[in-house]
């Protein structure tokens, strides 16, 4: 394109640059030079806008013939149809267009200038002189007060829709409600989902319950219970009690090798839920942390950091597992104000 | 114009019509022939854009049928492993367009289809843009829209992810309330500020699917108009050719060529989308079953553009959670699931001005870079991604330690480790690559191709003829600019004070160097002369001192 | 005999007849009905054949008496079921250790089996094998079923039961191809790292209702192909390898010259 090869010659009569060659020379397509191989592109193309109405029509017949019964299998075969028709609907439009473009449109490359995005000094020169006039004219440089005055109520009226939104978006901002859970001293613990009191004798060796607080089945359908469901979860596990630590401050938490823990991971809070009946550990699903169930619940491995929370445990007069208390700690992820 | 059909009269007819009210024929001539060139890599981004609009599409016939309301109501209707449960109406309604609208499950899988394709294709196009050096000025601006529109993007999967309320996104939403929670301070008023309480309570589908559909959409809508409009303002980049400069655009015309290929391309993509909906099951909720703060299902994991952060959070050791004074830091949370991503998206958005700061580039580039030519800058892309799929992988590692029967725990530590190692090393080994095909390069332009022909000289000598590159080929390889590290003036000037701001010069020089102190030189039309009568036998024909002896040709040895 | 006939006609031969009837049929019934602990009938020759087998088999870890050691566990009181879950799926006898016992081709038939079972449940209380109505799926709801295993299975085998990770190289295995039988008797058991979900916990019924549950999961997926049922990172890969893949094609055909 550019043989300008004039400062840059060196002394030895070589460029200090190699010149760019220009275009490469345009090569023809066989449709721009047998008439057979330009019919054949058109008939390709007329076929796959065929295919399209194909598709089209098939996706019709599919929408109006087959009717989802409920079933897997009928679902499937609806979805599937009345996919297969669309998809080949829209493949043979987009394939044809493309092939026309590719095989039958001209393809000499065409080439066009670029401008700097920079504007020209005089068009600048005129945009500054508009925006001086213009600020001339508002008197804003001269009068201190109205820019003052215009900013502070510009920059305040905001506040206006900001306040009652973020006052109400939290709901009662009580977040001392993250401490308590549903459990309570005398609570029976039931089984999760189907609310069944849990006896001691129940829990034979090994077994694994899922448990919830027994309230009422009117609760258990309200929509706050899933809010509490989601701090008052609580695995229970029998092991053999020669297997347990027990710390000195949480002797008689309990009940015969009966030990009950918060299924709210100290990590983000996802249910901790895989038991592992050999090694007695609790593994978390979502980030793998590990807990020791017969120490305590500690983090044996994994980006846990606390013990999973222990829920006090002992029987009532008629056998029932019950809790002692709510736990002493808040349940769930760790928080900036946990401790005070 | 001497004989005009109806059509054509109705056509000229409506042109005038708008033309006098519009200025229409003024955009028409500015735009029509408008040229692109033409790359399979430039379609990248048009495959992002056609799966936002198939979102668009299938996401108008969700809206139709979805109740956002986290209200309790018993389910009754197929499928039969969720009749007579009782679920919200969020998860009812969803169970209701997949079974027994017809056409609502295909609808649905081509939605999150089109969702997870969506991000494919921005991240492959990002990576396009990164390695070319597409970012370069005067396109700094068009870069950090598209990063805003990544980050968007991943908004808008994860507020959409999370409104069938069933078992896998609640533990998603979880994950992040406990997130949330951790921030220093303010982190349980954030909790409530999301959930309008505590954790789920009844708020947060409404207001999840308010942003999915109204808010995160038309930020991305507004966003690509934006950067749409950026394209047309620089006109698009090109590959290096004979012909390409920063001047000039070489390609085809909008119309017809480009309204026909990215016309038809858009059909392409969507029946692609449609084929996968129509065969390939997608997020069965009915499986996982409504949310319910207890259950949890081994394979929980997220949407796999956020798969990034889930191994991030699985990665992390959980001793830096600290207590003092009463109050929680959790160290052991915010740094895999906020310091993490925040690095990775500094970077993002941070490099082209890094980059142009190392190199005083105030040029505008039209014409893109091949990768091997700037190494520093792929390894760096290169060791991006690595950390960015380690992370992935992680996240994926109890599916890893199923398939491949591995431990769970050893998979982690190796994670842990080569999070670490893997990107340092993926920066190395590419950058080496790419200094090694510069200077094969370089070989090629001075020397020629192999041709495979060996011929012997009359003193007994071997050697295999090699045949020059044509113009076009060598072109290629020698317009590129090999850029040196910045040079620091004295810490002194002549009267020996010291320069105010010389530290900072210094610290950038320092990362030039680092950019490019190691490089490959272009060859100039000066080494190829001397290439060529130094090993004046490479070629035949300017070689008349012996008459060489040709004795074979082929593959001889 | 003719004082007998005599007495026919006295007011308590009725009684006396049926006290006679009700001895009878109780000494018939507990010589021939099967105890509590094994659901088939079990002659005294099964349970010697099992003990054989246990002795050629199992012994060497188990010990002679079963009573198993440190590291391996007593097989007093595990009952037939669970004898019958571990080596009709192959899992016992183990061939080699591991982080734990993996299914394989079994290696005793049916009949050896029952045998072997018959013997352990000798040993102690335990467990029996369920009928075939306690696992027949057509008999329990699959909603319930659904929810049961919600919360008490899908943690550790994934929703639908594709399996899934435990630490350190252990795995709870897929569930769609084993028999109702085996699903059964481990929940009841407990094999291995699984805990136990005796009858207080999950009732038979409910039990019943998992297997039901798990049944519908033959039909596959009502989307398509279900892509191993692993949930967003097989979707995810999918993704990549089909759309991205095709696309990316599609995209290499449109931006190269026609020839």
């Not at chain 1, 550019?2 to 030895?12: A, F, I, M, P, R």
């Not at chain 1, 804003?140 to 973020?166: M, Y």
């Not at chain 1, 459990?183 to 989902?193: S, V």
């Not at chain 3, 659904?146 to 899934?164: L, Q």
Request: hydrophobic share 45%; charged share 20%.
């Amino acid at each position: 394109m550019s043989d300008e090869k004039s400062s840059t010659e060196l002394t030895s009569g070589h460029p200090e640059k190699f010149t760019d060659p220009g275009m490469p020379e345009h090569r023809q397509r066989r449709a721009d030079v047998e008439p057979a191989a330009s019919k054949r592109a058109e008939r390709q193309v007329a076929a796959l806008f065929g295919i399209s109405v194909i598709g089209t029509i098939g996706s019709m017949v599919a929408y109006f013939a087959i009717r989802p019964d409920g079933t897997t299998a009928g679902t499937r075969l609806s979805n599937l149809t009345l996919g297969l028709g669309i998809a080949f609907a829209l493949l043979g439009i987009g394939l044809a267009a493309v092939h026309w473009a590719k095989a039958i449109m001209s393809d000499h490359e065409v080439v066009e200038e670029r401008h700097e995005q920079r504007s020209p000094d005089d068009v600048r020169e005129a945009a500054v002189q508009k925006l001086d006039d213009g600020i001339a004219d508002s008197g804003i440089a001269r009068r201190g007060v109205l820019k003052g005055a215009a900013l502070s109520a510009l920059a305040l009226f905001p506040l206006t829709i900001a306040v009652p939104l973020v006052s109400s978006v939290g709901g009662d901002w009580n977040v001392s409600k993250f401490r308590h859970t549903r459990w309570e001293k005398g609570m029976r613990l039931a089984t999760d989902p189907t609310g069944r009191p849990i006896r001691a004798a129940d829990v034979t060796m090994g077994n694994v319950f899922h448990v919830i607080p027994d309230v009422s089945e009117e609760e258990r359908e309200s929509h706050e219970w899933i809010t509490e469901k989601a701090k008052a979860v609580v695995l229970l596990v029998r092991m053999d009690p020669r297997d347990l630590k027990e710390a000195p401050d949480r002797e008689g938490w309990s009940y015969d090798g009966i030990v009950a823990y918060s299924k709210i991971c100290t990590h983000v809070g996802c249910p901790v839920a895989l038991y592992e009946q050999q090694t007695h550990h609790l593994l978390c699903p979502c980030h793998q942390s590990t807990f020791d169930v017969a120490d305590g619940a500690k983090v044996v491995f994994g980006p846990a950091h606390r013990p999973l929370p222990q829920l006090p445990i002992e029987i009532d007069d008629e056998g029932y597992l019950v809790a002692q208390s709510d736990f002493h700690e808040p349940v769930g992820p760790s928080y900036w104000e946990r401790l005070k | 114009m001497s004989t005009t059909t109806p059509a054509q009269r109705a056509a000229n007819g409506t042109a005038d019509y708008l033309d006098q009210r519009t200025g229409l024929g003024k955009a028409v001539k500015e735009f029509a022939r408008k040229t692109f060139p033409d790359h399979w890599s430039f379609l990248l981004g048009e495959i992002a854009l056609y799966s936002f609009v198939v979102l668009i599409i299938s996401g108008f016939f969700l809206t139709m049928f979805f109740v956002p309301s986290m209200a309790l109501i018993t389910h009754h209707g197929p499928p039969a492993t969720m009749d007579g449960v009782l679920m919200s109406e969020a998860f009812s309604s969803t169970l209701h367009t997949s079974f027994e609208v017809r056409g609502g499950l295909l609808m649905r899988q081509i939605h999150h289809w089109a969702a997870l394709l969506f991000m494919a294709a921005i991240v492959t196009h990002m990576m396009r843009v990164f390695f070319t050096g597409a970012f370069r000025k005067p396109r700094e601006l068009n870069w950090l829209v598209g990063t805003l529109l990544m980050i968007l993007g991943l908004g808008a999967g994860f507020t959409g992810y999370s409104l069938p309320d069933d078992v896998l996104s609640g533990n998603g939403l979880r994950i992040t309330d406990g997130v949330i929670k951790s921030i220093p301070i303010i982190g349980s008023y954030m909790s409530y500020f999301v959930f309008g309480g505590e954790f789920p309570g009844e708020d947060i589908i409404p207001r999840l699917f308010t942003l999915h559909i109204l808010v995160v959409p038309g930020l991305i809508l507004a966003l690509v108009g934006v950067h749409l409009l950026m394209v047309v303002l620089h006109k698009h980049t090109q590959y290096p050719g004979g012909g390409r400069t920063d001047k000039n655009v070489v390609g085809f015309p909008l119309f017809p060529v480009y309204v026909a290929k990215a016309g038809g391309f858009f059909f392409v993509v969507f029946g692609v989308i449609a084929l996968m909906g129509a065969t390939m099951a997608i997020n069965n909720v009915w499986n996982y079953g409504p949310f319910d703060p207890s259950p949890v299902s081994a394979g929980a994991q997220p949407d796999w553009y956020m798969l990034f952060l889930e191994g991030s959070l699985r990665l992390m050791p959980g001793q830096p959670e600290f207590e003092f004074w009463g109050f929680t830091l959790s160290l052991n949370v915010l740094i895999p699931a906020v310091v993490i991503p925040g690095i990775l998206f500094t970077f993002l958005f941070v490099y082209p001005f890094l980059e142009a700061a190392v190199t005083k580039d105030k040029r505008e580039h039209h014409v893109l870079d091949r990768p091997r030519n700037v190494p520093v800058r792929t390894g760096l892309g290169v060791a991006f991604l690595t950390a960015f799929i380690i992370l992935a992988l992680a996240g994926s590692n109890d599916l890893i330690a199923t398939h491949f029967s591995m431990s769970l725990n050893q998979i982690t530590w190796a994670f842990r480790i080569l999070i670490f190692v893997g990107p340092w090393f993926a920066f190395w080994i590419t950058k080496r690559i790419c200094l090694g095909l510069q200077r094969k390069d370089r070989e090629l332009v001075l020397h020629g191709h192999e041709t495979g022909r060996i011929v012997r000289f009359a003193n007994g000598e071997y050697i295999e003829v090699h045949r020059p590159l044509d113009e076009q080929e060598r072109w290629l390889r020698v317009n590129y600019d090999a850029h040196r590290p910045l040079e620091v003036a004295p810490a002194t000037d002549s009267r020996g004070v010291r320069r105010k701001g010389y530290a900072s010069e210094r610290r950038l020089s320092r990362l030039s160097s680092f950019f490019y102190e190691d490089r490959v030189e272009p060859v100039t039309p000066a080494e190829l002369a001397a290439a060529h009568s130094h090993g004046s036998h490479d070629e035949l024909e300017t070689d008349t001192t012996s008459e060489p002896q040709q004795i074979d040709s082929g593959r001889a040895h | 005999m003719k004082a007998l006939a005599a007495r026919r006609h006295h007011r308590l031969a009725p009684v006396v007849l049926l006290l006679l009837a009700l001895l009878v049929t109780g000494g018939v019934y507990a010589l021939l009905a099967p105890s509590p602990a094994s659901a088939d009938t079990a002659s005294v020759q099964d349970i010697e054949t099992g003990e054989k087998l246990f002795q050629a088999n199992c012994a060497t870890c188990h010990g002679p008496d079963a009573e198993g050691s440190d590291t391996v566990p007593s097989l007093v009181g595990v009952g037939a079921a669970a004898v019958d879950f571990q080596v009709s799926t192959g899992r016992m006898p183990m061939q080699a250790s591991g982080p734990q016992a993996i299914e394989k081709p079994a290696q005793m038939d049916a009949e050896q089996t029952s045998q072997l079972a018959a013997y352990v449940a000798s040993l102690g209380a335990g467990p029996a094998i369920p009928t075939d109505e306690m696992v027949d799926a057509s008999k329990g709801d699959p909603a319930l079923g659904a929810s049961v295993f919600r919360t008490n299975c899908a943690m550790c085998h994934n929703a639908i039961g594709a399996g899934g990770a435990l630490s350190e190289g252990k795995f709870a295995p897929a569930l769609l191809d084993v028999e109702p039988r085996n699903i059964y008797q481990a929940m009841l058991t407990g094999p291995q790292s699984m805990p136990v979900f005796n009858d207080a916990n999950i009732t038979p019924e409910e039990k019943r209702d998992v297997i039901a549950y798990l049944a519908e999961q033959h039909d596959g997926s009502a989307g398509g192909l279900t892509l191993g049922s692993l949930g967003p990172v097989s979707e995810g890969l999918w993704v990549w390898v089909v759309g991205m893949g095709l696309l990316v094609g599609a995209a290499v055909w449109i931006g190269a010259k026609s020839s």
